[in-house]
């Protein structure tokens, strides 16, 4: 494994060890709403859940009884990113090239806006604490908009046609770029004025839920079976997690559990990345491969998969 051209010693590998389980968490309910596999999730509030579908549908659920209370039609292909902007407002972004951005009017959502620009799936997109804009797509490009200027594109970064798979702000107003590309892909930081910084050479980020905030000072990336911990501060990989099997969403749950789904075995466990513990694993909930996790509260957390279901567990 080359890291900054450099090998990394094989000591930074940490294998989990198999022991008792010290969680066991459960299943509590299943939103099945769609004949469509669900791609990603966005907790609105801690009253709401939102979810994008394969058929180009975004809904939105109340947590309280799982009830639908908005479905969201505009997309004319798989949903893949929905995040929230600073007002509040869904942005959402589709196997149809298009960004998509949802408000609340009259208890109804409405598309206020459609962006254009990108020539294939957009991956991911959010808005940076600035304001702007920033999606990345298969047509390997990141492009920035600024909302204060009718969401024109204001800056296209091209990265070699690699399929840029995932976005994530961190300190700084930077923002942490991953590629998906077998063997030869990075990870990227990019500064405020948009320009690549630094670029980490063959870590393959596997999808677009892969790149996750672990706290003030690392993120956690997902790479094909491994989990980078990395100190963006010192640009410094701390640690590598290996899973043995394809990774695919990862998600912090608190201060030492990290919530993993796999693509494989459609499973998902909970381990202390302190500790090398796994503290459960779940197999057969989900029927195909899982492929987005989401913290509710201290004591929820929701996963969703191809299977076309929701599941909410309690811990």
């Known amino acids: 494994m080359f890291y900054n051209g450099k090998i990394i010693n094989n000591n930074y590998f940490n294998n989990y060890q198999e022991f008792q389980y010290l969680l066991n968490p459960k299943c509590i309910y299943t939103i099945n709403e769609s004949n469509s596999g669900v791609n990603s999730l966005?907790?609105?509030?801690?009253?709401?859940?939102?979810?994008?579908?394969?058929?180009?549908?975004?809904?939105?659920?109340?947590?309280?009884?799982y009830n639908c209370l908005y479905i969201l039609e505009g997309h004319s292909s798989p949903v893949l990113s929905i995040s929230l902007?600073?007002?509040?407002?869904?942005?959402?972004?589709?196997?149809?090239?298009?960004?998509?951005i949802w408000e609340l009017k009259n208890d109804k959502y409405i598309n206020i806006k459609t962006i254009e620009g990108h020539e294939d799936t957009i991956?991911?997109?959010?808005?940076?604490?600035?304001?702007?804009i920033v999606s990345c797509s298969a047509d390997g490009n990141i492009r920035f908009w600024n909302e204060?200027?009718?969401?024109?594109?204001?800056?296209?970064?091209?990265?070699?046609?690699?399929?840029?798979?995932?976005?994530?702000?961190i300190n700084n107003n930077k923002i942490v770029a991953g590629t998906v590309k077998?063997?030869?892909?990075?990870i990227m930081i990019i500064n405020s004025n948009f320009q690549i910084e630094t670029i980490f050479n063959g870590i393959t980020c596997n999808w677009n839920n892969g790149l996750q905030n672990f706290d003030n000072d690392r993120i956690l990336i997902c790479?094909?079976?491994?989990?980078?911990?990395?100190?963006?501060?010192?640009?410094?990989?701390?640690?590598?997690?290996?899973?043995?099997?394809?990774?695919?969403?990862?998600?912090?749950?608190?201060d030492e559990i990290i919530a993993i789904g796999f693509f494989d075995e459609s499973s998902f466990?909970?381990?202390?990345?302190?500790?090398?513990?796994?503290c459960s694993e779940i197999k057969g909930e989900h029927k195909q491969e899982i492929l987005g996790i989401i913290k509710i509260n201290n004591k929820k957390f929701a996963t969703c998969s191809k299977d076309n279901t929701i599941k909410i567990w309690k811990y």
């Open 182 to 186: 077998l063997f030869t892909g990075k």
């Open 42 to 65: 966005l907790l609105i509030d801690k009253f709401k859940l939102c979810a994008s579908y394969d058929d180009g549908l975004i809904k939105i659920f109340d947590l309280n009884n």
């Open 123 to 132: 991956e991911k997109v959010i808005q940076l604490k600035n304001s702007f």
């Open 223 to 254: 790479s094909n079976t491994e989990i980078y911990i990395l100190n963006i501060k010192t640009m410094f990989i701390e640690k590598i997690l290996n899973q043995r099997i394809y990774i695919g969403p990862i998600y912090k749950l608190n």
């Open 148 to 169: 204060n200027n009718n969401y024109k594109c204001v800056k296209t970064l091209n990265v070699n046609d690699e399929n840029i798979s995932s976005l994530l702000e």
């Open 269 to 278: 466990k909970l381990i202390n990345y302190k500790t090398n513990e796994i």
């Open 85 to 100: 902007m600073l007002n509040k407002n869904i942005i959402s972004g589709s196997c149809d090239k298009k960004i998509k």
